[in-house]
């Protein structure tokens, strides 16, 4: 009979649990030591190892002959316990039995000697399924227990486990295993197995099990049941879901407002049955990705922290390339957007009208009154600035006296003086993208003045300067009359930046003539 693989490999040892070594080596050093505790409490999301670090535990606890607190697997006691044979560790799934008999039923249990064993063992989870008069039942036996009795219980819903009962366990918490020791355990098992497992897929593989094991290993065994090489791509059809690649390119779509282009790429998707939440999922995954390469400043893959940033090198380069497309306020003014889709999908049945509004207002200039479309228009506004797109004005020429002695042959003005025509000094200003960050540093020092400063506008001229422009007369006076201006020096200083000095401007005042720039607000 064929074993599922995340059976076949799951761990007979402390040592060999991937991700949760600051519990297994506690655990371990309390069956070394024996002060094994009467009750624990293993708390986490699904797949982390509650259930194999339970039973490992329970065979440790009755072992003749441990290994470094771990069970030896080879002796009477192991072998009948991995069988299922023994009376004495019984595997109870609370939500089948979550009434206060079942209960009860334990507890007379509990007051015989084990039959076989040294500890009688009982591992019960999804605990938090039991019901308030089976907790107060089990609640009875936790206060008093036999010193020959363990109980090990198991939840990933930890916050609906009375209080009464986490007072008298000893509580783990699980963690998420990382995504790199996710592939490190996948590439293990598939060297093991024969399965040919691409870089990429196993990275993939471990994203989609979000932290989990038992998932990651499912997912692999389901990719490889063809004997066939296990690549991305196979990945994404296996598990319903779309590559990289298409979700970066449908965010390129948004970015460049190829309205035809984003109709065909949810159609291409609805086609194919894929779960449409699923993709805008994926999609805020993209956003919040680049978020963090704007953030940081990420310019090359191995700069970025494997732990924030894990992703592969043609993913970075296409996140990075479509990321300078998006200024900040329009990202958040997007993830808020893709939050509001996921939601109604989950509510209503039409996702692909849900989808399809919803791409087409992100890639349309942003609309409405909210905070978060008032500074994506802003920030789209400052983009164009910065890109030179509104008209230039020509450069100004004025007339400059010099000496007769040196230039004889220049025409002379009604005063009597020589002059020559030059172009006046350049003075243009370009969008300073590191003001987030500068306001961020300046807070530090001026709490009560940041929040001004966060509704302002900062440029750098050709001179040196940083010109920070307020809409609002109270901020401007009160950030003149104060060190404001030393403070912001300073501030840039810290993200790496230097001002000759800093001008606070009033942009309230006459339209300029041939801008349009209040139109486009």
């Known amino acids: 009979m064929h074993q599922a693989l995340y059976r076949k490999w799951r761990p007979t040892s402390f040592e060999s649990v991937v991700g949760q070594e600051h519990i297994t080596s506690v655990l371990s050093y309390e069956v070394k030591n024996k002060k094994l505790s009467h009750a624990y409490l293993f708390c986490g999301s699904r797949g982390t190892g509650k259930t194999t670090c ?33 009376v004495d560790v019984l595997e109870m799934d609370a939500a089948s039995n979550t009434g206060v008999d079942y209960i009860r039923d334990i507890r007379e249990e509990v007051m015989f000697a084990p039959g076989e064993m040294s500890t009688r063992v009982y591992i019960i989870d999804e605990v938090h399924m039991l019901s308030e008069g089976a907790f107060n039942a089990l609640l009875k036996t936790l206060e008093e227990p036999p010193t020959n009795v363990i109980f090990i219980l198991a939840t990933t819903e930890l916050q609906k486990i009375p209080a009464t009962i986490l007072s008298r366990c000893q509580r783990f918490d699980f963690r998420r295993i990382p995504v790199k020791e996710l592939m490190s355990r996948l590439d293990f098992i598939a060297k093991e197995e024969g399965i040919e497992l691409e870089e990429d897929a196993s990275r993939l593989i471990a994203k989609l099990s979000q932290g989990g094991m038992r998932d990651a290993i499912s997912l692999l065994e389901l990719c490889a049941c063809d004997k066939n090489k296990v690549t991305s791509a196979l990945v994404s059809e296996k598990a319903g879901v779309c590559g990289r690649e298409t979700v970066i390119g449908v965010v390129q779509m948004v970015a460049c407002r190829d309205y035809k282009g984003i109709f065909t790429a949810i159609s291409d998707i609805y086609r194919s049955s894929k779960d449409l939440a699923v993709f805008f999922s994926d999609l805020l995954a993209v956003y919040r990705d680049m978020m963090v390469i704007r953030a940081m400043r990420l310019t090359e893959k191995s700069e970025a922290d494997p732990e924030i940033l894990d992703v592969s090198d043609s993913e970075f380069n296409g996140l990075a390339a479509v990321a300078k497309d998006f200024k900040y306020p329009t990202m958040v003014y997007h993830t808020k957007l893709l939050k509001e889709a996921i939601s109604a999908m989950s509510r209503q049945s039409d996702k692909r009208i849900i989808a399809e509004m919803t791409l087409i207002k992100m890639a349309s200039k942003a609309e409405g009154d909210s905070n978060e479309a008032l500074s994506a228009r802003i920030g789209e506004l400052e983009d164009k600035l910065a890109r030179g797109a509104f008209a230039a004005r020509a450069p100004e020429v004025v007339e400059k006296s010099v000496d007769t002695s040196d230039a004889p042959n220049l025409p002379k003005g009604d005063n009597g003086k020589a002059f020559e025509k030059v172009e006046k000094d350049d003075d243009s200003e370009v969008e300073y993208e590191s003001w987030i960050e500068v306001v961020s540093e300046y807070e530090k020092a001026d709490a009560g003045g940041a929040p001004f400063l966060r509704g302002a506008t900062a ?38 930046d230097e001002f000759k000095k800093v001008i606070f401007l009033l942009t309230e005042g006459k339209k300029a003539k041939g801008s349009d720039l209040l139109d486009e607000l």
């Open 459 to 496: 440029f750098k001229n050709s001179k040196g300067d940083l010109i920070v422009k307020l809409s609002d007369k109270f901020a401007l006076s009160l950030l003149e009359s104060g060190n404001a201006k030393d403070n912001l020096l300073r501030a840039a200083l810290e993200v790496g």
């Open 54 to 86: 339970a039973k490992i535990l329970a065979k440790a606890a009755n072992c003749a002959h441990t290994v470094n607190g771990s069970p030896c697997n080879v002796c009477d006691s192991c072998r009948a316990i991995d069988s299922g044979s023994s």
